[in-house]
Antibody, heavy 124, light 107 residues
Framework: EVQLLESGGVLVQPGGSLRLSCAASGFSFSNFAMNWVRQAPGKGLEWVSSIDGSGGRTYYADSVKGRFTFSRDNSKNTVYLQMNSLRAEDTATYYC?????????????????WGQGTLVTVSS | EIVMTQSPATLSVSPGERATLSCRASQSVNSGLAWYQQKPGQAPRLLIYGASTRATGIPPRFSGSGSGTDFTLTISGLQSEDFAIYYCHQYSDWPLTFGGGTKVEIK
């Protein structure tokens, strides 16, 4: 059974930093790209970032580029989102989600499994 | 950036009726289009990918159609558990983008 478990969400002050983690199980982790998608309270879904199976390629939304870094440790079946220079508008539930397709011919496809999310609140 | 526009924002439907949800892309996404269902307090669930392929375990009352810029999600014979918010998502090009969602509510 595929499971994705996010952690690390807390209340942080503007300008602060935070690292989210997502521990995966139930699939061949290094074969699949992973993604972060966020949802501000009462709002829709916003893609944040994607990373390929090896961790060698990443893409970011313009809203987080230069502030967030997406990485993975395939030996621990875990992905990380390092979030720096946090702003009030980064307040959201952050979901990690798995690409449905194995990353043989690219990545950033439909997302077939999602974690339950971790809430990040940026406020003074 | 490809902008995804969903309509209507809210759809009121009686149980047992059909719901038709629309999603329009600002430029062609070919068949790189997925639909998700989200219920309050839950993570999104993949319903449809490739514009028309049902994901594993999704009942046949959910169907997707379209290609290019115009897409439709149809839910035939709405059941109580189908009242939720539905999002479309294009993965044809970076950045990945989502529509604003359509809330399907009980009439």
């Amino acid at each position: 059974e595929v499971q994705l478990l996010e952690s690390g969400g807390v209340l942080v002050q503007p300008g602060g930093s935070l690292r989210l983690s997502c521990a995966a199980s139930g699939f061949s982790f290094s074969n699949f790209a992973m993604n972060w998608v966020r949802q501000a309270p009462g709002k829709g879904l916003e893609w944040v970032s994607s990373i390929d199976g090896s961790g060698g390629r990443t893409y970011y939304a313009d809203s987080v580029k230069g502030r967030f870094t997406f990485s993975r440790d395939n030996s621990k079946n875990t992905v990380y989102l390092q979030m720096n220079s946090l702003r009030a508008e980064d307040t959201a539930t952050y979901y990690c989600a798995k690409d449905r397709r194995a990353s043989g011919s690219g990545f950033g496809f439909e997302l077939d499994y999602w974690g339950q999310g971790t809430l990040v609140t940026v406020s003074s | 950036e490809i902008v995804m526009t969903q309509s209507p924002a809210t759809l009121s439907v009686s149980p047992g009726e059909r719901a038709t949800l629309s999603c329009r892309a600002s430029q062609s996404v070919n068949s790189g289009l997925a639909w998700y269902q989200q219920k309050p307090g839950q993570a999104p669930r993949l319903l449809i990918y490739g514009a028309s392929t049902r994901a594993t375990g999704i009942p046949p009352r959910f169907s997707g159609s379209g290609s290019g810029t115009d897409f439709t999600l149809t839910i035939s014979g709405l059941q109580s558990e189908d009242f939720a918010i539905y999002y479309c998502h294009q993965y044809s090009d970076w950045p990945l983008t989502f529509g604003g969602g359509t809330k399907v509510e009980i009439k």
